[in-house]
């Protein structure tokens, strides 16, 4: 599957933006979705998942109640929407694909085998 990351942009403080991940491919809803982003100098880190079916959604704890992760799967696109965004949201972000046999946990950048190019998000204060 091929992934196609769109949406970033420069943000005030307290705004909002919408990600989106579009998919090449006629399997997009055998694969579990991920958002993960990576700030300067810092590791790659998980932002939010959610399974094949789009039932069930995972968060990291710095983005909880904040971002909604969700996804369409007749257009195979998965979302990320971003609300009261921090200068700390700063980050390229990329959109990523596991196949659902893939058992590890949702947060495991090393589960993920396919990758979008990212996009970047910018927060000023």
């Known amino acids: 599957v091929q992934l196609q990351a769109s949406g970033g942009g420069l943000v005030q403080a307290g705004g909002s933006l919408t990600l989106s991940c579009a998919a090449s491919?006629?399997?997009?809803?055998?694969?579990?979705m991920a958002w993960f982003r990576q700030a300067p100098g810092k590791e790659r880190e998980f932002v939010a998942a959610?399974?094949?079916?789009?039932?069930?959604?995972y968060y990291a704890d710095s983005v909880k109640g904040r971002f909604t992760i969700s996804r369409d799967n007749a257009k195979s696109t998965v979302y990320l929407q971003m609300n009261s965004l921090k200068p700390e949201d700063t980050a390229v972000y990329s959109c990523?694909?596991?196949?659902?046999?893939?058992?590890?946990?949702?947060?495991?950048?090393?589960?993920?085998?396919?990758w979008g190019q990212g996009t970047q998000v910018t927060v000023s204060s």
């Open positions: 990523a694909a596991k196949p659902s046999y893939r058992t590890g946990n949702y947060y495991d950048r090393e589960d993920y085998g396919y």
């Open positions: 491919g006629r399997t997009f809803s055998t694969y579990h």
């Open positions: 959610t399974a094949r079916s789009g039932g069930n959604s």
